[in-house]
Each structure stands twice: as structure tokens, then as C-alpha cells.
């Protein structure tokens, strides 16, 4: 299912500590359709060299963690517009635990301000909400890869 | 002019002021001056023929427009449980709102029940939670639904909720044919744009022809579909995108109608469409012109219609989400007004103005009355209601009504040739092959480069940004809505007759295999409290899923 997309160009800004490029999976968690907003990201990080594996939609924490990883992935995005991100993102942070994972887990979507101190403390690694701007959002993954807290980006 | 476009244009004049002075005569026109502030009296229309009421209608649907009837002021609303959306429903009509609008959760729109392991964190969260009758009795208690039009957001399960507002109508002594509203069941921009889908294409469209079936004889009053281009603009596409994938599905649903021998102008008449309004002023009107004239032309030119009203495109019309920005949320309110004008100015016939506080959240109480208050001032004080089409003529007006003519005419030979001659096997191809998808990714990424890039300003995202005071309240759901839907749920499961629930569950899916219209066993299943999910179920376990193509 995931359309996996090949670096344009190999600016060494956006490899991990290894050399290689960022590898990052991005998914639609739970039932939300919105994806507008995912595939622009999509886009943005594929032209910012990094490794894009595109899950899509209607997408678990079981799924994610498989394809993470399957793909050997740096970063999990997932995009969430429904009002949902306390109640899935912990979910799915503890689900990695459980599977012995430590990838950092990049939060996009509609979040308010309000709600961005019980996400850090849940443990998410990024927040980028409206309005974050193309170098925000490659910001924001490329230090998740490092294992650094970008700064919360939520307009 | 040459003398004999002259002399047609006189008789469509005369034609036309005797369409207008009938309905004067029989009282048909608000009691209210149509003059200026100042008091200058007004016409009814300037300009050249076509008039408005007059084929192919780009100058409007009806010969007295606003002068007879204002667009309906139909606010979208829906959270939580069912009685708090029942409460905002009360709100609305209470403040001069002139319909209902039911937005349902994600759950409710997927065909998943409150209980299922897919809803958990998005009960009641982006609208009201229905999973049995139960929830729909409370939605709309008190409620007089043989008084209000009804307009239900819904697609995948759209037959089976449509089933449960004819159940909570007759229960309350209203008869299904005095209902009056619109269900969306809109399923092809679903696979387009917004993703709400249960069913593959084929299926989901024998459900919506069933509706069409049922509703020629047994709902008047009842529009079967809302052809949707809001959705699609959301995602991202041009208006003229937005136009022409509308309209081509819209006759890909004549065509499929046609093809399960519904007549052309049973079906036609009983449409109506949904577009977005946006920020470009003057490509937004041309939009709204263009659809008029397209709908007509196609409709009796290449479908044969007889009937006048399969010709007209009636649509609601809401102003753009996604166009509302996080940061200054209150300067929306000068988006949405200007939106809402571009809707008045384009001759819409129903009308949803967005809050202030939606980039962020579902809108509070006061952020919504602002948006009916804004719509309100386009109404009642600036004067455009007084004149129908009052930018006909315009040279700018005209050519952008041409243009986006043009681009759509465009799309809709590509769909043609995609299907062999037929538009609906070139909407299903079109799907299949990630035809619309594609646009609409393509374009809506290029519109974050140009902003990105800041080649366009959003004032308060990459330009004027002082000023920000945060996000201000906002309407939360808690969790304690889920906990509240699902006590709820289990209450309506514990006193039902399981075995009674199964056999119309059982005869649900046995209309599904055949070529039984599914709407009298779903009307029936309803009654028992099965629940939307086993409803849905009953019928995917012959239609089967979709599962979407991954693809950025």
C-alpha cells in the first residue's frame, strides 16, 4: 500500500547521523479523512530529500509500528484533524514502547495551543499545526530524526 | 445589438415581466421596499436577456430571485451527543436560522458505531454521534420536521440514516412525503476528495439510485443527493476543478439513474448541488453563473430533459474553510462576509456561513451567531437582494462566467473519452486511476508553494502577522462524551429484541443481494434499533470495502 518516493536530491542536511537520508513514515490515524494537509507534507519533506513512506489513511497503531519497522523508518508523521490527538497519540506512543521502539512521533494537524504541554509530556516530538511553513515542517523532522524537540510550530 | 437580436431581446423581456408580475400578483414578493437606502426605487433586473428564471439561466434560477424568497440561512451544526446538537439546533432556529444542518461524527459518517474499536477518540468529536434511532429521536426532539427543511451531511451510511429521520417523523405523526430537506449522499466526491466511504464505487451507487427509486414515490419534497463541490474545493482543487468534477458527477448520476430506468427528468429535477464559496470575488460569481448554464445545457442537450426544473442548478452554498486562518481568528469574520456576498452576488439558494473559530475547533455558540449575524447584514442591509444577477453584464463578469465555462468543458471531454462516451464510466475511471485525486493533490500543493513562497499573501500567516492574541475559547469535546454515547449505546442494546434486530438485519442483506430497493427493509431494520454499524455491515457483507490507493 505505501507509495514509497525516492529522494531529488541528496543535500546532506537531511540525512540522519548514519549518512543516509531521513526515512519518514506519514499516516492518517483513525478514521479522519482530511488529508489534505499529510500529502502537501508529503511533498514537502520528498523535496527536502528526505524518504517518504506514505501510509494514506484509516491507518492503526498496529499498522504504523509494522511499517515502521518494515521501512526502518526515522520519524513517524501522523496528521490528525478531528479532535483526536490526546486520545491517539498517547495510544500509539505507548503501543511503540510496547513494541521496544523509540522512533520520535511527529503530530500534525488541528491542535490547539492549549493542548501542546500534555503532548510533550505524553512524549511527541514535534507539533506542527496551521499555518507552519515548508521549512517548519522539514525543521521539525529533520530534528526528530536527531532526536532534538523542534519548537512547537502551531501558528 | 442587431435589430433581430433587438426584437428576441424585447420578447424575452416581455416574457420575463410577465413571469415576474404573475408572481407579484399572487403575493409571491417579501413586503418590503425594493429601493435604495436613500430611497431610490430599484429594478427588478438590468441588463440583456437571458434574464433570470430564462434558459440557460446563468442569470439565476427563479425570474423574482431574492425578491420573492432570501436564500436559505441553513447553519451546519453538530457535536457531541445527540441532545447537545439538539440544544444548538433549537439556538439556531431561535436566532432567525431558516433550516437545520446536521453534521454527524466520523464514526457515524464511516458506518462505525460509538462501541468500535475505529471510534475510539472521535466520538461527537466533528458532529453529533447517532449509532441507533435512539440518538436520532433526541437529535431532533421538539423539533416540528413537517415545519423545517432538513439538510443531513451523510454519504456512505446515507440510506440508512435517511431511514432513521423517516422513522423519527412518522413516530411524530409527520408523513414521509411532508418531509422536506436535502441528504447529501453525494458517494463519488467521497472517493475524490473527502474519503468518507464504505463501499466501492458500483455499490454505493445502486444504494443512491435505490434512494432516487424510493423518493420519486414516496418523498416529494426530498432531495436524494447534494452533488458536492465544497469538499472537493477543501481538498484543495481551482474552483473551475471544483465546477466541472461537480457537475460531470452530477450526470455521471443521471447517467446511472437513466441506466436503472429512472426517466432523465424524474431523476434531474429532483438534484441539487453544493459549492464552496471562496475568497476570489469575481472568480467565485463566474463559478456560481458558469454551473447554471452548464446544468442546462447539458441537461437538455445531451440528456434530453423536458422537464424546466431538471435544468436549473439550485445549490447551497458555504463560505471556505480552509480559508480561515489559526492565527487573528476574528479577522474570518471579514473572509466570511465577503464570501457570503460573492454567494449572494452568484445567486445561491441556501447559504452556511463559517465561524471565526473553525480553522481551530468546531465553532461556540457565539462564533456561530456572529457567522448567521454576518449573513444577516448581506440579507437585510446591503441591497443586493433587490436586484437579481446585479453584476450581469459586466464584461469582467461575463468573461470569468466563460472562462470558467471553458475550463470545465475541458475536464468534462477528457472524462468522456476516459469513459468511452459515458461521463459516469468516466467518473469510475477517473477514480479508479487517481485521475481526481492527483488534480486536486497537485493543486492544492501548489497553492501551499505560492504561499510558502510568499508569491500570495494570507494576511495573518505570511504577512501582517502582529497582532496575534491566540486562539481565545474554543468549543472542546471531552471524553466524556464518549463515555456518555457508549453508556447510552449499551442502554438501547440491553432493551431491544435481538432476535427481531437480526432478522431485519438478515433482510437487509438479502435486498442487498437482489435487486430489491434496500430503502423499506432499511426503514424496517431501523424500527428494531439495529445500529448503523450492523446496518452498514449487513450490506458490505455483499458490496464489500474500498480501500483507497495510497498516493501523494
Same mark, same amino acid.
Given at each position: 500500500m505505501s507509495d514509497k518516493l525516492m529522494p531529488d536530491d541528496t543535500s546532506t542536511d537531511d540525512m540522519t547521523s548514519d549518512g543516509a537520508p531521513v526515512r519518514v513514515v506519514l499516516a492518517k490515524l483513525g478514521l479522519d479523512g482530511h488529508d489534505r494537509g499529510l500529502k502537501v507534507v508529503a511533498r514537502i519533506l520528498r523535496d527536502a530529500g528526505m524518504e517518504v513512506i506514505y501510509l494514506?489513511?484509516?491507518?492503526?497503531?498496529?499498522?504504523?509500528?509494522?511499517?515502521t519497522e518494515q521501512e526502518d523508518a526515522d520519524v513517524i508523521g501522523v496528521s490528525m484533524h478531528n479532535n483526536g490527538h490526546l486520545t491517539l497519540a498517547p495510544e500509539i506512543l505507548s503501543a511503540l514502547t510496547a513494541a521496544g521502539l523509540d522512533t520520535p512521533l511527529v503530530v500534525g494537524g488541528i491542535v490547539p495551543t492549549e493542548d501542546l504541554d500534555e503532548l510533550y509530556t505524553a512524549g511527541v516530538a514535534g507539533v506542527l499545526g496551521p499555518g507552519a511553513s515548508a521549512e517548519e515542517v522539514a525543521e521539525s523532522v529533520r530534528l526528530a530524526a536527531r532526536g532534538e524537540r523542534p519548537a512547537p510550530s502551531v501558528g | 445589438m442587431s435589430s433581430e437580436e433587438t426584437s428576441n431581446d424585447d420578447a424575452a423581456k416581455a416574457q420575463w415581466q410577465a413571469a415576474y408580475d404573475e408572481l407579484a400578483k399572487a403575493g409571491k414578493l417579501r413586503d418590503v421596499p425594493f429601493e435604495t437606502m436613500s430611497?431610490?426605487?430599484?429594478?427588478?433586473?438590468?441588463?440583456?436577456?437571458?434574464?433570470?428564471?430564462?434558459?440557460?439561466?446563468?442569470?439565476?434560477?427563479?425570474?423574482?430571485?431574492?425578491?420573492?424568497?432570501?436564500w436559505t440561512m441553513r447553519m451546519f451544526a453538530g457535536f457531541g451527543t445527540a441532545e447537545d446538537t439538539n440544544a444548538r439546533f433549537k439556538d439556531i432556529l431561535r436566532n432567525g436560522g431558516s433550516g437545520l444542518s446536521t453534521a454527524f461524527d466520523m464514526p457515524t459518517l464511516m458506518g462505525r458505531d460509538s462501541d468500535s474499536p475505529w471510534a475510539k477518540g472521535e466520538?461527537?468529536?466533528?458532529?453529533?454521534?447517532?449509532?441507533?434511532?435512539?440518538?436520532?429521536?433526541?437529535?431532533?426532539?421538539?423539533?416540528?420536521?413537517?415545519?423545517?427543511?432538513?439538510?443531513?451531511?451523510?454519504?456512505?451510511?446515507?440510506?440508512?440514516?435517511?431511514?432513521?429521520?423517516?422513522?423519527?417523523?412518522?413516530?411524530?405523526?409527520?408523513?414521509?412525503?411532508?418531509?422536506?430537506g436535502t441528504i447529501q449522499s453525494d458517494i463519488f466526491k467521497e472517493y475524490q476528495a473527502q474519503k468518507e466511504y464504505i463501499y466501492p464505487p458500483r455499490p454505493s451507487v445502486?444504494?443512491?439510485?435505490?434512494?432516487?427509486?424510493?423518493?420519486?414515490?414516496?418523498?416529494?419534497?426530498?432531495?436524494?443527493?447534494?452533488?458536492?463541490?465544497?469538499?472537493?474545493?477543501?481538498?484543495?482543487?481551482?474552483a473551475a476543478q471544483e465546477l466541472a468534477f461537480t457537475l460531470a458527477n452530477g450526470f455521471a448520476y443521471v447517467e446511472a439513474a437513466v441506466a436503472a430506468g429512472v426517466d432523465v427528468d424524474d431523476c434531474a429535477k429532483r438534484l441539487s448541488f453544493f459549492f464552496n464559496s471562496h475568497s476570489d470575488f469575481f472568480e467565485e460569481i463566474g463559478k456560481f453563473r458558469a454551473a447554471r448554464r452548464i446544468w442546462a445545457r447539458w441537461m437538455k442537450e445531451r440528456y434530453g430533459a423536458k422537464n424546466e426544473r431538471s435544468m436549473l442548478c439550485r445549490f447551497h452554498t458555504q463560505t471556505a474553510g480552509v480559508s480561515l486562518t489559526a492565527q487573528q481568528p476574528e479577522i474570518n469574520i471579514a473572509r466570511v462576509a465577503i464570501q457570503a456576498?460573492?454567494?449572494?452576488?452568484?445567486?445561491?439558494?441556501?447559504?452556511?456561513?463559517?465561524?471565526?473559530?473553525?480553522?481551530?475547533?468546531?465553532?461556540t455558540e457565539k462564533a456561530a451567531r456572529i457567522a448567521l449575524r454576518t449573513q444577516q447584514i448581506v440579507a437585510h442591509e446591503t441591497g443586493v437582494t433587490n436586484v437579481a444577477d446585479p453584476l450581469g453584464g459586466s464584461p469582467y463578469v461575463e468573461w470569468?462566467?466563460?472562462?470558467?465555462?471553458?475550463?470545465?468543458?475541458?475536464?468534462?471531454?477528457?472524462?468522456?473519452?476516459?469513459? $468511452?462516451?459515458? +461521463?459516469?464510466? !468516466? %467518473?469510475? @475511471?477517473?477514480?479508479?486511476?487517481?485521475?481526481?485525486? *492527483? &488534480?486536486?493533490?497537485?493543486?492544492?500543493?501548489?497553492?501551499?508553494?505560492?504561499?510558502?513562497? $510568499?508569491?500570495? +499573501?494570507?494576511? !495573518? %500567516?505570511? @504577512?501582517?502577522?502582529?497582532?496575534?492574541?491566540?486562539? *481565545? &475559547?474554543?468549543?472542546?469535546?471531552?471524553?466524556e462524551t464518549?463515555?456518555?454515547?457508549?453508556?447510552?449505546?449499551?442502554?438501547?442494546?440491553?432493551?431491544?429484541?435481538?432476535?427481531?434486530?437480526?432478522?431485519?438485519?438478515a433482510a437487509v442483506t438479502a435486498a442487498a443481494e437482489s435487486d430489491a430497493n434496500l430503502m423499506p427493509p432499511l426503514l424496517d431494520a431501523v424500527r428494531t434499533y439495529a445500529t448503523v454499524e450492523e446496518l452498514a455491515m449487513a450490506m458490505e457483507s455483499v458490496f464489500g470495502t474500498y480501500v483507497e490507493k495510497a498516493i501523494i
Open positions: 494514506g489513511l484509516r491507518q492503526t497503531s498496529e499498522s504504523i509500528i509494522a511499517a | 430611497g431610490v426605487p430599484v429594478d427588478p433586473v438590468y441588463g440583456d436577456a437571458p434574464y433570470p428564471g430564462q434558459y440557460p439561466y446563468t442569470r439565476g434560477v427563479y425570474p423574482t430571485m431574492y425578491r420573492s424568497r432570501l466520538v461527537g468529536r466533528c458532529g453529533v454521534a447517532v449509532d441507533t434511532l435512539a440518538d436520532m429521536e433526541d437529535l431532533y426532539a421538539d423539533i416540528d420536521l413537517g415545519a423545517v427543511s432538513t439538510s443531513m451531511t451523510i454519504n456512505g451510511p446515507a440510506a440508512i440514516i435517511m431511514a432513521m429521520y423517516i422513522a423519527v417523523a412518522e413516530a411524530n405523526g409527520v408523513a414521509r412525503s411532508d418531509l422536506a445502486r444504494i443512491i439510485t435505490d434512494m432516487i427509486r424510493y423518493m420519486n414515490v414516496e418523498m416529494p419534497k426530498w432531495h436524494p443527493i447534494s452533488i458536492s463541490g465544497y469538499h472537493i474545493r477543501e481538498a484543495g482543487s481551482t456576498l460573492a454567494g449572494a452576488l452568484g445567486g445561491t439558494q441556501s447559504l452556511h456561513t463559517d465561524s471565526y473559530d473553525e480553522a481551530m475547533a468546531l465553532p470569468m462566467t466563460d472562462e470558467m465555462e471553458r475550463q470545465a468543458e475541458a475536464i468534462f471531454a477528457h472524462l468522456d473519452e476516459l469513459g $468511452d462516451g459515458s +461521463i459516469l464510466e !468516466g %467518473v469510475y @475511471a477517473g477514480i479508479e486511476n487517481g485521475y481526481f485525486v *492527483g &488534480e486536486i493533490a497537485d493543486a492544492a500543493y501548489r497553492f501551499e508553494r505560492e504561499v510558502n513562497d $510568499d508569491k500570495r +499573501i494570507i494576511v !495573518g %500567516v505570511n @504577512a501582517f502577522t502582529d497582532g496575534d492574541e491566540g486562539q *481565545g &475559547e474554543l468549543l472542546r469535546i471531552g471524553n464518549e463515555e456518555l454515547q457508549l453508556k447510552r449505546l449499551g442502554e438501547v442494546k440491553k432493551r431491544r429484541d435481538d432476535a427481531a434486530v437480526a432478522s431485519a438485519l
